[in-house]
């Protein structure tokens, strides 16, 4: 009996996505193991191997097609002695409803005036029914969450997902449609009409209605691809969920720097051994001793408690076209200097040529963002859920500083760590920022 290959989930949260290249065709013959294709997430490109032998008998899904759902057969395999007459009934895959229509093209006769904010029609209210048994409904986590944000009742859509499954997919076409949330009655007169003087909550503005104010031909519009939809979606809800709150302090670099001089030194010219250390390494090790020594900050916020670490897992924002990554490195707490160094360099380029598995930059218990290098003094970060903080790092410059009754010059940086008040307290963030400047200023105690 023919063996179905189905796009396979290559992360906990994944629900669908894009087979980029096929590295077999039909007719080749696969064992278990081999490679047979690449899929691309929002985050990565990743390698799908065969988990049976066979021939290719057929393939469902091409190459480029975007939006495939986990679990949906993307090719056939024929065992041995089947012929092509044992793919009878399997069909060519159907893309998957598209996450985002195409914005509609300018109207070449929109007069060079704005134009007043249209009101869109009023649709009518879809019939309420259920996806699930015995009125239960069933939705991803994922496509909860996006429902409860936009107000969208789930009992008002059809899941396109396995078993009638509501996806996120289909919570992104109910809000291009522009599915009404269910309506609620005002509680009284005097609520339903607002006071005098007081203006009204302005309703969401259309992307007809922002094309609107501007010449057709002054811009082009760049469709949305999938990690810049993730990232506005992550951190939407990191500013809607979490009560930021922030902390920043100077640090004096001139002992870290003449550190770094001499342990880059000591590296040796070649070999697996060869290490150069660099500011920002140094600042993922004071940050992951902190952490230890001020454990009550290693934490993560859940809804049924607190999450205290025991490990100091430091993600590390890595710019890429396009977005962002944010590889892990793990247990930094117990690496040297050499070792994180090293590590952090294979992951940030694995980064950037978008070939991270999803351990390597899921999880970990804070992150770094670091734009020293491109001349930032001082910034706030937002926070990556489910981490409770992230540490903003600025670029080191000399200043004057006091030091006693004398005025000197030294080289210090600005840090500002962004706080999860439902985890970290301000206290308790002001002795976290206290202890990464100290093994910033005393760069020898990261080594005992």
Same mark, same amino acid.
């Given at each position: 009996?023919?063996?179905?290959? @189905? ?5 906990? !949260? ?75 009934? +399997? ?18 006769? $929109? ?30 986590? @994922? ?83 999938? &990690?810049?939809?993730?990232?506005? *979606? ?48 140094? $600042? ?9 020594? $001020?454990? =009550? ?10 999450? #205290?670490?025991? !490990?100091?897992?430091?993600?590390? %924002? ?7 990554? !944010? ?20 992951? =940030?380029? #694995? ?47 000399? #200043?004057?500083?006091? *030091? ?8 210090? &940086? ?7 008040? #439902? ?6 963030? %002001?002795?976290?920022?206290?202890? +990464?400047?100290? +093994? ?9």
């Amino acid at each position: 009996m023919p063996i179905s290959i @189905l796009m396979p989930a290559l992360s906990p !949260t994944m629900e669908e996505g894009t087979l980029s290249r096929w590295l077999v065709k039909e007719g080749d013959t696969v064992a278990s193991g081999d490679v047979i294709a690449e899929i691309e997430t929002d985050k990565a490109t990743m390698e799908v191997e065969a988990v049976e032998e066979g021939k290719v008998g057929k393939i469902l899904v091409g190459e480029g097609t975007t939006n495939v759902a986990v679990n949906v057969p993307i090719a056939v395999l024929l065992e041995e002695g089947e012929d092509a007459s044992a793919l009878s009934g +399997f069909e060519a895959a159907s893309p998957a409803p598209a996450t985002a229509a195409a914005a509609p093209e300018p109207s070449p006769t $929109v007069a060079p005036e704005p134009a007043p904010v249209p009101t869109p029609a009023a649709a009518p209210a879809p019939t309420p029914k259920s996806n699930g048994q015995a009125g239960r409904i069933f939705a991803s986590p @994922l496509a909860r969450r996006l429902a409860a944000q936009n107000d969208i009742e789930l009992a008002a859509l059809t899941g396109s997902g396995p078993h009638g499954r509501i996806v996120k997919r289909d919570i992104e076409a109910a809000i291009e449609q522009g599915v009404p949330a269910p309506a609620a009655a005002p509680a009284s007169a005097a609520e339903a009409t607002p006071a005098a003087g007081v203006p009204a909550v302005a309703p969401a503005v259309s992307d007809e209605s922002i094309l609107a104010l501007y010449e057709p031909g002054t811009y082009e519009v760049v469709p949305h691809d999938n &990690m810049r939809k993730i990232i506005a *979606s992550r951190l939407t809800e990191a500013k809607q969920t979490i009560p930021h709150f922030y902390l920043s302090i100077d640090c004096e670099l001139d002992a870290l720097l003449a550190a770094r001089r001499r342990l880059n030194a000591m590296s040796p010219d070649d070999g697996p051994k060869t290490f150069k250390i660099s500011v920002n390494d140094l $600042v993922i090790k004071a940050m992951a001793m902190a952490l230890q020594k $001020v454990p =009550a900050a290693n934490a993560t916020w859940t809804n049924e408690g607190i999450l #205290r670490h025991k !490990t100091s897992d430091i993600g590390v %924002a890595v710019a890429i076209e396009g977005g962002l990554f !944010t590889p892990v490195i793990r247990h930094a707490e117990v690496k040297s200097l050499s070792e994180i160094s090293n590590e952090m360099r294979d992951l =940030a380029e #694995r980064a950037r040529n978008r070939r991270l598995a999803p351990h390597e930059y899921q999880g970990g218990t804070t992150s770094i963002s670091n734009l020293g290098m491109f001349g930032i003094k001082k910034f706030d970060a937002v926070i990556n859920p489910p981490h409770a903080s992230i540490l903003a790092v600025g670029a080191g410059e000399k #200043r004057p500083v006091i *030091s006693g009754d004398e005025i000197k010059v030294a080289t210090m &940086m600005s840090v500002t760590l962004s706080c999860d008040h #439902r985890v970290i307290d301000g206290a308790l963030g %002001a002795e976290l920022l206290d202890a +990464f400047k100290g +093994f910033i200023e005393e760069p020898v105690t990261m080594l005992v």
